[in-house]
């Protein structure tokens, strides 16, 4: 079996020294399963001076860009997951799988969740390569989603697009496919090598260098290129995490109406 070619994307959110643990837990771990790869790190605005020396410190192949713009903050990660995808788009390497992260636990108390992640997908990299190398039309995988937002919005008509269309379901050539009707939670997940090419290739440096004025649009809207894209949306977890529409049925109502038939036997990842 071949050895897919990987990297992570990396947002970086650490504002008070008694949680700069989380940064040291993530780089560990990364230094543990993910020595042989690119990391691409956004650090967001305001966050300790420090985190450029301790992420050094590891002596791992990273890109680090800071966001030093106030205007770029919008109180959550997007604007330090901005920077990252930022220096992977201006970068000539390509990947096969995309990881993406977040120092969870940094700013608020989520000690369990990080746990949760550190253990359950990071530690998990072997397996999880081994299943896009053994499914072409694996998109993405993670571990937790959502049928509908906290606030109780519908996914099918929610909308926070920022410089491309990827929720409005508009059909082109580069996405000519609508997106699955539930979302991943946390931020945490792993995205294939075309889906996130389709990505960088539609956006200019307008997404990347103007605020995003939805705090969850890394957790919720970028994953959906997987399915606008055509490619199948993983989720280890089919419940979902409010207790209400199962997450995989959501899927088969998907493949269905985009007449994806070929993935039905994704359903049973």
């Not at 230094?31 to 301790?54: R, T, W």
């Not at 939670?185 to 294939?192: A, L």
């Not at 075309?194 to 990347?208: G, M």
Request: proline share 1%; with cysteine.
């Amino acid at each position: 079996m071949g050895k897919l070619k990987t990297c992570v994307v990396f947002a970086v959110s650490v504002f008070d020294e008694s949680r700069i643990h989380v940064l040291h837990e993530f780089m560990s771990m990364f230094k543990q399963s993910f020595s042989d790869c690119d990391l691409y790190i956004g650090i967001n605005y305001g966050a300790l001076s420090n985190l450029e020396h301790i992420i050094e410190s590891y002596k791992l192949n990273t890109k680090i860009l800071r966001v030093t713009d106030i205007n770029m903050y919008t109180g959550s990660d997007a604007s330090a997951y901005q920077a990252a995808l930022s220096l992977v788009k201006h970068n000539s390497q390509t990947y096969d799988t995309y990881w993406f992260a977040h120092t969870k636990g940094a700013v608020n108390e989520r000690n369990f969740e990080r746990s949760m992640y550190l253990n359950e997908l990071y530690n998990k990299r072997n397996h999880i390569e081994s299943l896009f190398l053994n499914y072409e039309y694996l998109g993405s995988y993670a571990l937790r989603g959502v049928s509908r937002s906290a606030s109780r919005l519908d996914w099918a008509t929610f909308n926070a697009d920022h410089e491309i269309e990827i929720c409005n379901n508009v059909l082109n050539v580069k996405m000519p496919y609508t997106h699955v009707n539930w979302s991943y939670i946390e931020t945490m997940y792993v995205i294939n090598k075309k889906s996130i090419e389709t990505f960088l290739t539609i956006t200019t440096d307008v997404f990347y260098n103007t605020p995003i004025s939805e705090p969850c649009y890394f957790e919720i809207v970028l994953p959906w290129i997987v399915s606008r894209c055509g490619y199948f949306s993983y989720v280890k977890e089919s419940s979902c995490f409010f207790g209400e529409q199962n997450l995989k049925d959501l899927t088969s109502e998907w493949i269905q109406y985009n007449n994806l038939t070929h993935l039905n036997s994704y359903l049973n990842l």
